[in-house]
């Protein structure tokens, strides 16, 4: 009997030891398994892209080009001008009344002193009559005194009030005339007249504006340059304008400068155009170039093709269908190109695209040379 229980026990010590036994090899092989799919392998691809000729992974890059060659160089300033009339002025009466005729066409040329219009002036019409009435009287009364003084008939100052007396009426009719002048509008100078705000019968006073009238010819050409070059812009100074649209430019010439420097920092130009058959008509926005300085035989490159690194310029050139830079020095630089003073010789062939992607001996197949 106790043999038997002793055997039991044994064989419960037994089974434990084999269930703790397959517990543990079980977590041996889950924990290989966990640390074989963390651990680097080798990527095959990889492998098989080193494993490539060399000369598979250099792609070569194709490029524009140009060929150096010495051309005119043309410094100068280029802002965004406006056109403005040579005069312009709001035409208005200077006394108030019923307009009575209007004498101008809409949008036609007028020249100085041409009357445009004119309000009603039959009262004054009346007192010029009455007035001019009695200058012959007054006339034969300063004859007869002036013949009655001659025989001493009469005293000097008789004389004198019948002569005043003729001055005080002239006097006020010249003050008529001027007011019957008030009622007429006439072009203050030479221009096109625009569209009119007013009909016949319309009540016009001294600020209701009748029409505007514009001077196009010549026309003012008036722009703003950088306070820097200020000093460089002078009166009598040529400039070249251009209008959307015109492949031809304009010529003007510089007149005048602003007296100081604005709050932008700018300052103010104008110049003149003739305009002498007025076919371009004021306001319109135009491109001034304004010339600096001409370079002859200069070596200048397109801007694009100057690659700026660690405070230098470079430039890649095309030499036996690689790309090798090269450093320049640089002069003025214009809108679309830089003067390069040196770092380059006449025939050279120099890259102007992809030059972000370039770099020393990278192979380039020329796409487009100039």
Request: hydrophobic residues 40%.
């Amino acid at each position: 009997m106790i043999a038997f229980i002793g055997n039991q026990i044994s064989e419960k010590h037994m089974n434990k030891r084999i269930k703790w036994g397959i517990i543990l090899t079980i977590g041996i092989g889950l924990s290989g398994l966990g640390i074989y799919q963390f651990t680097p392998h080798e990527n095959e691809e990889l492998t098989a892209a080193d494993a490539l000729p060399r000369e598979n992974k250099s792609k070569t890059l194709k490029v524009n080009a140009q060929v150096i060659t010495p051309h005119l160089l043309t410094d100068e300033i280029l802002v965004t001008g406006r056109l403005v009339p040579d005069e312009e002025v709001n035409l208005s009466f200077e006394t108030s009344g019923k307009i009575t005729d209007i004498f101008f066409t809409e949008g036609s040329s007028v020249k100085r002193g041409e009357l445009l219009a004119k309000v009603n002036d039959r009262q004054l019409q009346a007192q010029l009559k009455r007035l001019e009435a009695q200058i012959p009287l007054a006339e034969d009364r300063v004859f007869r005194q002036n013949a009655l003084l001659q025989r001493d008939a009469v005293s000097k100052e008789a004389y004198e009030q019948v002569k005043t007396e003729l001055a005080t009426l002239n006097a006020d009719i010249d003050i008529v005339k001027a007011n019957i002048a008030l009622t007429e509008l006439r072009a203050p100078f030479d221009g096109v007249i625009g569209l009119r705000q007013v009909s016949v019968g319309a009540y016009a006073s001294p600020s209701t504006i009748v029409a505007k009238l514009t001077k196009i010819s010549p026309l003012k050409v008036e722009f703003s340059v950088p306070e820097r070059y200020a000093g460089e812009v002078k009166r009598g100074a040529n400039l070249i304008f251009n209008l959307e649209g015109k492949l031809d430019g304009f010529p003007a010439k510089v007149y005048a400068t602003e007296s100081k420097i604005s709050d932008m920092h700018t300052l103010t130009v104008r110049a003149l155009y003739p305009n002498s058959n007025g076919s371009i008509l004021p306001g319109r926005y135009v491109s001034v170039h304004l010339k600096k300085e001409e370079i002859p035989n200069a070596i200048a490159v397109p801007s694009e093709a100057i690659v700026p690194e660690m405070g230098k310029d470079k430039i890649y050139l095309y030499k036996d269908g690689k790309a090798q830079p090269v450093e320049i020095l640089t002069g003025i630089r214009t809108e679309a190109e830089v003067q390069v003073l040196r770092g380059l010789q006449v025939g050279d062939t120099i890259i102007t695209s992809g030059t972000l992607q370039l770099r020393t001996g990278l192979p380039v197949t020329l796409d487009n040379i100039d």
